[in-house]
């Protein structure tokens, strides 16, 4: 028999959802839905958007995957952005009582300061009382952020079975699709929001990295928007069809071209995830890197790829999870890197 399961990945430009069903190792991609949170010609939030937005975006997610709420037994979410910390860390062994007050102490170096306490889960990796040291992995949120999404998704009678960190659901759909890495380099995962861009870096060792870059699809809309003197509308359009030539000055060959002279948004988010391969190679030793996955809204933005992979001397490719699924009509491999979260939440057995 099929274990069905639901995955939901509620972003700050659309929300996604997929169920998956599983039966004798094989996978079927049942349904989807991609829900835009905002209506077409109207401009993005980077404040947040409202709690009606997000719960009539949610309720037609619902409808397309054609399950009534509360029915739903086997849903799992994820939270992202600010509100959450991933932070692997080496301790001395350290009984349960302390280790929990020590944890505790390090999430709230890493997370915003909302008044409210943090809730935080962890995974000893490596080590333990019989050795000199623990690695631990320790996912970290506030309780206001929990208890927001645990709101949005009871107003449906929806309990979440688990909240999981978006990262940790991005790499768990690669380990449970693709396997883990049987070599040392080390896999880049490039989540690009509307907001934010995720980083996060994986070995075949387990050691795990994770930032938020306060860079994503909005500021380079932004750019595109200055540049060409447009309305935000017309500038997502043209970061949708033109992509990296809309910035580069790539016009047609019978019409003027601009040239850029001024540093663009994507220059900062290519400076940055050097800067973070760099900061990893000296904490871990780790100097490999086999490839960097692109995700997110904004990581089909044409020629992307291509343009990162020259400036990074490394191999860049679109991500997509459902390589090895079947898939429902009207499913098309550009929706995989949107539906990565999803997919890694929804396929989560503990």
């Given amino acids: 028999m099929a274990k069905t399961s639901l995955g939901l990945d509620i972003g700050t430009y659309s929300v996604k959802m997929v ?32 709690y009606s937005r997000l719960s009539a975006a949610l309720k037609t997610c619902f409808k397309q995957i054609k399950v009534a709420p509360k029915r739903i037994k086997n ?25 929990e007050s020590s944890l505790a102490f390090e999430a709230r170096k ?32 506030t309780k206001k952020a929990f208890d927001n999404q645990l709101k949005l998704l009871g107003d449906f009678g929806v309990k979440p079975r688990i909240i999981d960190a978006n990262c940790t659901a991005l790499v768990n759909s690669y380990l449970l699709t693709k396997g883990k890495p049987d070599t040392e380099p080390a896999l880049v995962f490039l989540d690009i929001g509307a907001k934010s861009t995720n980083l996060t870096i994986f070995t075949d060792k387990n050691i795990l990295f994770s930032r938020d ?9 932004e750019d595109i928007k200055n540049l060409h003197k447009a309305d935000y509308a017309e500038a997502e359009d043209l ?37 973070s391969l760099r900061y ?30 020259q400036a990074l001397s490394m191999t860049v490719e679109i991500y997509n999870p459902f390589e090895m699924f079947t898939t429902p009509p009207g499913f098309s491999t550009s929706m995989g890197p949107q539906l990565a979260i999803a997919c890694g939440s929804a396929l989560r057995e503990d």
Wanted: hydrophobic fraction near 40%; aromatic fraction near 4%.
């Fill in 19 to 50: 169920e998956i069903d599983i039966e004798e190792g094989r996978r079927k991609l049942k349904s989807f839905s991609i829900v835009d949170i905002y209506g077409e010609g109207e401009e993005y939030d980077a404040e947040g958007a409202s």
């Fill in 75 to 99: 849903l799992n979410s994820t939270l992202g952005g600010t509100s959450v910390a991933v932070k692997q860390i080496r301790s001395i062994p350290l009984g349960p009582e302390e280790l």
């Fill in 110 to 141: 890493h997370l915003p300061l909302d008044d409210t306490e943090a809730i935080l889960d962890f995974q000893i990796v490596d080590g333990g009382a019989e050795q000199s040291f623990m690695d631990i992995l320790l996912v970290a949120t």
């Fill in 213 to 221: 870059i306060p860079i994503g699809g909005f500021k380079i809309t």
């Fill in 239 to 275: 970061k949708k069809k033109r992509g990296m030539g809309a910035l580069l000055g790539e016009g047609p060959a019978d019409g003027p071209t601009i040239r850029v002279a001024r540093r663009m948004s994507v220059d900062g988010l290519v400076d940055e995830v050097r800067r």
């Fill in 280 to 309: 990893y190679t000296k904490e871990t030793g780790v100097r490999e890197f086999e490839k960097i996955l692109l995700c997110g809204g904004s990581a089909l933005m044409p020629n992307l790829n291509s343009h990162m992979a």
